[in-house]
């Protein structure tokens, strides 16, 4: 965690020297926790967006990256018997990269393909990949508030996280593991992007991104409270729920996240 805290860093603040002189705009968000004595934790989560748009194009990019330590109670096996064993080991591990390329067939309708790639330790699925091409909208766009839609078919990839059975087998007898292939399917991707400007300095903000398909639907929703400090930097309370409608046995379908960054923008807004 030390090593990446640094590193993190610098990633978010790259951006500002490579993309603001060529018009390209957007955000980079740190948040790190540590506890210790009576619990022992280091939290550290980032999140690097920009975007680009003129007349012609609207095309976005972002990275994210969720990184956890803490304390957990895991059954041990120690002289035959199983005792509940207390270890510092990684609880979150999760890293998100995706992209969409607009283009414009006037000031509220475009055409847009998408992609997006995440791999995660503590999902229900190892990796998930989606490629998708589809209609956009902007229903609203004035000083104050901002709402567009985007829909259409897409293509995901995906492979079942591991899991580890009711029966056992070998000696002494140990739990026996059922793994998954990669599998495919036909998705439908919506996407609803809303933002609200209370103030010169206060704005919410709101994505909810739907994947469904016959055997698994993925929905991620994250809003967003941002309160600007100066013109570059702000603070950001984020909530994020994302759910799976088919996980293996065991395996909970709902995570959310609280979050509390340090923003820094660049570019030209």
Not at 104 to 124: C, H, I
Request: overall charge negative; proline content about 4%; aromatic content about 12%.
């Amino acid at each position: 965690m030390k090593k990446i805290l640094p590193t993190a860093a610098v990633l978010v603040a790259l951006p500002a020297c490579a993309f603001a002189d060529d018009g390209w705009s957007g955000a980079g968000e740190l948040g790190f926790a540590a506890a210790r004595g009576n619990a022992k934790s280091e939290n550290l989560n980032a999140k690097l967006a920009f975007k680009k748009e003129d007349d012609q194009w609207k095309d976005n990019f972002y990275l994210t990256a969720l990184r956890s330590k803490g304390e957990v109670t895991v059954a041990t096996l120690v002289d035959g018997q199983v005792q509940n064993v207390k270890n510092y080991d990684t609880t979150a591990n999760r890293y998100e990269a995706g992209a969409s390329v607009g283009y414009k067939f006037d000031e509220r309708s475009y055409l847009v393909g998408a992609l997006r790639y995440e791999n995660d330790d503590f999902s229900p699925f190892e990796y998930q990949a989606v490629v998708s091409l589809g209609y956009g909208y902007t229903v609203l766009k004035n000083a104050s508030d901002e709402l567009s839609f985007e829909a259409g078919p897409g293509y995901k990839r995906y492979k079942p996280v591991d899991v580890l059975g009711p029966e056992t087998a070998g000696d002494p007898p140990a739990p026996v593991r059922h793994t998954f292939d990669s599998e495919g399917e036909v998705v439908g991707r919506g996407l609803v992007a809303y933002k609200h400007l209370f103030n010169e300095t206060t704005a919410f903000v709101d994505t909810l991104l739907v994947e469904a398909g016959s055997d698994n639907t993925f929905l991620q929703n994250d809003a967003g409270l941002q309160v600007a400090i100066n013109k570059s930097f702000a603070l950001k309370a984020g909530y994020q729920v994302r759910h799976n409608s088919d996980v293996a046995p065991g395996i909970k379908k709902t995570d959310q996240l609280l979050t509390t960054n340090l923003v820094y923008n660049f570019g030209g807004g």
